[in-house]
Structure formats: C-alpha cells, structure tokens
C-alpha cells in the first residue's frame, strides 16, 4: 500500500484495494432487466427468474424501513450501486489458479494459511461470486455437500428449490427481496444424517470494488442427528463512497441436528451492511449464532431463530462495536412456537468516538408453546461521554408457563480498573484494551481461537489513540 | 550498602483540596521492612496511593524521590515497570480477563521481556503452591466474585512474581484468618530480600510473623512517632491517645 493509500485508509488493517480487473461488470442502477440479465449470465432455471422477478418487483414498491437509523438508510444511494461485478472466469478449487491480484488478497488476509491450518472447507468470494472453493476430501467422502451458492443451484436444483426463501421469504422485509432479487455467491450446505463435521467450515467475503453491492446467499441445511460449524469473515477497502452488503442467510436444523454460524464482519467504515439471517430449529436442535460486528457504517442485522420442533434450542451471543460515524444497530429475535423450547441471548456492545450501538430484541411466545425458558441479558460499554447506547427490547409472551428472564446493564470503565491495570505495568491503552477484551470475552471465547486472537488484536488497535 | 529507594521529604497530599499528608519525611532502603500503624483517616491509604502515582491526589509541596530521581517523572505504569508495586485494600475486578493471562503481561511488562510460556508456569506453580492456591484459580477472571481473603492472596502472588524493588501494602491483612495471614506473612518474606516494604496495617499480628525494622504511628497527616517494633506492640494496647496529648 503507498502513503496516499495509507493515509485514506487510517486504522483500518483491510482498508488495502486492489486493481479492479472486472471480467464482467454491469452498468450502476438497478432494473427488471438488470435482474434477469444476471439470472440469465448464470443461465438459471426458470422458478428462480422468476422469484428474482417478484422480489424486484417487491423490493421496488416497498417502502424503506420506518424504524432503525432511518436517516442513514435513507442516504443510501440504490441508482449508484454496482449490482453484477465478475472478477475470475470460473471458481477455482486450487489457489494456483485464482488469478494473481485477487490471490494476493487473501493472502494477505491469511485464508490460504487458515485453510491449511485448521479448516473443513473454504469458500471466497470476490465481488459478486466465489473465486476459490474448497472442501476436504473427507467430508465430500461423507456426503457433505459445501458449494458455492450458484455452482449449488446448478448441482442440485431440487434441493435448492424446496429450501430457497423457505425460512426467509422475499417479502419478508425491503433487503431480503433486495438479496433475492440480485442475490450472488454465498455458500451452500448439506449435512447427511448423522454426520458430524468437526472443523469449522469458512466462507470469506471480500468487497473490493467502489460502489460494490454484494448479495450472497446461504442455505445450510443440517439433517437429522447431524452437525456443522460455518464461520463467516467480510472485509472491504476504504473509499469515500459507500458500498452496500445485504445477504440473506437461512438455517435448517432437522430433527437433533446443530448448526453453529458465527460471523466477524469487519466491513470498512463506508460500508452499509443489511442483512437478513434466520434458522428454523426442528424437534430437539440447536441453532447457534455468534454474531460480532465491529465494521461496516451501519448494520441492521438480527439473528433469529424459530423454535418450531418440540425441546429446540436457540442461542445467540452478538458483540457491536460503534467507533466514528458508525452505528451497529443488531441484536436478536427468537420465535417460541413449540413446547419447551429454550434460548438464550447475549448482547454486548461497546460505543466509543461518538459511535451509536443499539440492540434491538425481539421474544415471542406462542399460546401453544407451554414450558419454555428464555434468558436475555444485554450489557453496553461507553468508552465515552459522546458516544450513545439504546436498548429496544420487545416481549410478547401468550403463555403463561414461560419461564423468562431479562437483565440490563450500561457500564463505565472505571478509574479504579484503570488504575489498578496501570499499577500492573499496562499502559493507559493497553490498559483499555485489556478490559473491553475482558467485556467482549463471552463471545470471543466461542469462536474459533483463530478469530478469537485476530478480534482481541483488533480491538486493542481500535483502543490506540483513544486517550484524548 | 543497602541503596536508598525512597526518599520523601515535607510530603504534603490534597484530595480535591482537602489536605490528608500534612508533612511526611521518610526513607526506605533495600531489604527495609517499614510498617505506618494508625486510625482510618489518618492518611496511610493516601500515602501508598500517591506513591504508585494515583491522578486523584495532589503532591502540594515537599518532594518523593524513588531510585534517586523525582518520582512525578514517571507514568503509574512506568513506576510498576520500574518496580514499584500496590497491593490494594480493595483491588478492582476486571471481568472477562483470566487471572493467568492477566500474570502473565504483568509479569512481561513489568521484567519488560516476554517471559517463555514454561518458565512462566514452572515460577507460577511454585509461587501459587506457597500461598496454598488452587490452579483453578488461573481460568477465573480477575478479582471478578473474589471473597476478600482470595482477593488479598492474587495481590500476594503478583507480588511474588514480579518481585518489587518497593512494596506498598496497604491494610493486606484487613480481614484475613491467621491461616491465610501466614501465607501472606511468607510472601512478604519470600519475595526479594532486596526488596523495601512499606505496610500499612492496624493491627499488631501481621507485624509480628514479619518483625518490621521501623514502626511510624501516623496522626493527621503526620508521622507524630517512630520506633522499633516495640512501638507497634504499644500501639495495640493503647491505642493512639496518648501520642495526641
């Protein structure tokens, strides 16, 4: 990276771009035609034109969400979004063959090395489509199926089709049909009966492009009795201009199956990140979400779960962290539709620099739904006077036997912690590092080490010059 | 020659304009075990406390010199990295932060080397055996629902691990059983025999196990007697009246 670079980028580590070297690339805005155009490029069946066709349709006449950070939505810029970018001609299972300039990215955002290490399988995708996939030997010999969404939509069109929208409607909200509408890469996932995938499973999202609109979509489907473990991390350069992220991502977790999907986003700051992720948990699953969001400009995500199946389970722990002219706006919805079903939130945010987290929940019990427990605690740090901290959590409950708990907690560092850290040979940053580490612990220690050690590096950078 | 590490001179400390030390001279050489006795309120916490650099207290005149130079020179970190050490009454607890990762850069930047992950754990063991301390106590996050004798052991093996050229106790055996009073007393006397302490207690028992070179009884903000360790016995028997006349 030169000094221009450097200087435009600032603290953030993957603010680097790198030659746009588009083999396709559509003209900016967004049309009917620019819909099927891309379905077409892809030569799809025809059902899946035709979703593409009413979820545009639907995404067009719906209005913009009156609720969340409305001003920011509304600067969203739709007619000036890149919809369609193809930067590789085929998705390689080989890094040789990924072409150099992207390759280097992912170098130097350390997938390869993370792939050799400790992974099942790796998808990356560049733009709007994988450029790199990859699955060991032993789970494909198991019937694992791990693709890319749009080589999974070729390969196995039934199974697409019975699924796709199944837990995510494209009418479910404006973004949703905005991702079904124009929706590219993202992963797709079988697990047989009883298979247990032991390493985690990685898919990596790269934006590099100005202006980029990127729109994968996830299906994972867990059969019965089986298991899996799917990591996600996003990355973009730093621009002046915005570039939008909207995914959508749909969980099935058969009878006693478990799915575990843990994100880090880390999108630049320019970067407005939309993003609909919903799992449905059959009799006796579990559906885990560990959800960290510490980039992006502003986020609007909330993990759910649907407790449909008897004894099903739900557990989501989400981080935010709001610096500058950021807002995370994230939290947690968990539907208790079945008799003792059980869940479990835990949300943890951290404002600094005038950033603004909100965590927004949502519980719902239904009448038929006797015995269940829910436990929601929410904890927000403010590293500052400036900076803002909200909590809107919604409880409808229409069954009495509901066992549910609720805490809320809004802390200071404290000058005694400091103190008493500085006394102990740490700088007054690292000594703020170290605690907001501690604050984020819950979560960290649930992902990965790998990702644990990158995020805790990560926050203590974000903690460097913030003693004024 | 034992080396001069504290030099305070016509100390005086204010705490949002009120003042608290009204005049402390004071000098600590290596291997020194100094012990202030006296009342709440008398200025003993606030004394350990402008010592290790704490923002809230004022020097308003007189000087402290640590190592020969002024201490106002050095950052509260950089006094710890230059071997000062507190031993809080009331240490804060930082969840989310285990107790071993949290010995472990105290002690890297303290000795200001990355200490190897064996030698590490061998010095630990060791360390944690003398005090009685169970390895579980590792995973748990600092100070985080400690009782107070378990607080007061953590303060004890960070300082047998970072080994202070100037140890500040401040009230360490305030409501600690005799056993767990001997496991601190054999800290005190394990660590470094270079080492200058300053205790700050109330009572007689802990001085006893550790047998201090001088006994300051504090009044007001000012030493008003020194003395061997026969003062300290005095001291629990009277009380502090008669140094008042």
Known sequence: ?468 | MSEVILNIKNLHVSVEGTKIIKGVDLTIKSGEIHAIMGRNGAGKSTLAHVLMGHPAYEITQGEIQYRGKPIEEYEVFERARAGMFLSFQYPASIPGVQVGNFLKKSVNNVRNVKVKARDFRKELNAAMEKLDMDKAFLSRYVNDGFSGGEKKRLEILQMMLLKPTLALLDETDSGLDIDALRLVAKGITETAEATGFLVITHYQRLLELIKPDFVHAMIDGKFVKSGGPELALKLEDQGYDWLEA
């Open chain 1, 1 to 468: 990276m030169n000094d221009e670079a450097n200087n435009a980028v600032g603290d953030y580590q993957y603010g680097f771009h790198d030659p746009e070297n588009a083999t396709i690339r559509f003209d900016k805005g967004l049309s009917e035609q620019v819909v099927r155009d891309i379905s077409n490029l892809k030569e799809e069946p025809e059902w899946m034109t035709e979703i593409r066709v009413k979820a545009y349709r639907h995404f067009v006449s719906r209005p913009m969400p009156d609720w969340g950070n409305c001003s920011m939505l509304e600067s969203i810029k739709f007619d000036d979004v890149t919809y369609f970018l193809r930067s590789s001609k085929e998705t390689a299972n080989d890094w040789d063959d990924v072409p150099e300039d992207i390759k280097n990215t992912f170098n130097r955002l350390g997938i390869p090395e993370a792939e050799q290490k400790w992974l099942g399988g790796v998808t990356a995708q560049y733009e709007s489509e994988a450029v790199y996939h990859s699955v060991r030997e032993d789970l494909e010999e198991q019937g694992v199926i791990f693709l890319d969404m749009d080589a999974g939509l070729k390969e196995y069109p039934e199974l697409v089709k019975q699924y796709f929208c199944s837990v995510i409607p494209y009418a479910d909200n404006k973004f949703s049909a905005l991702n079904t509408a124009v929706w590219s890469g993202g992963s797709f996932i079988y697990v047989p009966k009883g298979v247990h995938v032991e390493m985690p499973v990685q898919a990596y999202f790269r934006i590099n492009a100005k202006n980029m609109g990127q729109f994968e979509r996830t299906l994972i489907i867990a059969d019965e009795g089986s298991s899996i473990n799917y990591v996600e991390g996003c990355t973009a350069p730093t621009y002046s201009t915005d570039s939008l992220h909207s995914a959508v991502v749909e969980l099935i977790a058969m009878e006693g199956a478990k799915i575990r999907y843990s994100t880090v986003q880390n999108w630049s700051a320019n970067v407005y990140n939309l993003v609909t992720k919903r799992g449905i948990a059959h009799k006796n699953a579990v559906v885990e979400w560990v959800d960290g969001n510490i980039g992006s400009k502003l986020t609007m995500k909330y993990p759910s779960v649907i407790l449909k199946g008897e004894g099903a389970h739900a557990e989501i722990i989400s981080v935010a962290y709001a610096g500058a002219g950021q807002h995370q706006d994230a939290g947690a919805k968990v539907h208790h539709l079945a008799p003792n079903t059980t869940s479990n939130i835990l949300s943890k945010s951290i404002s600094k620099n005038g950033g603004r987290s909100s965590y927004r929940g949502l519980l719902k019990v239904n009448p038929k739904a006797h015995g269940c427990r829910s436990k929601v605690v929410c904890d927000a740090l403010m590293l500052d006077a400036d900076s803002r901290s909200d909590t809107y959590p919604t409880m409808e409950v229409s069954n009495s036997s509901a066992d549910l708990e609720h805490e809320a907690s809004v802390s200071k560092i404290s000058g005694d912690q400091l103190f008493y850290l500085m006394s102990r040979g740490f700088s007054e940053e690292e000594a703020m590092g170290l605690i907001v580490n501690g604050f984020f612990e819950p979560f960290t220690r649930e992902l990965p080490m790998e990702y644990a050690v990158e995020l805790n590096k990560l926050l203590e950078l974000e903690m460097e010059g913030a003693i004024g």
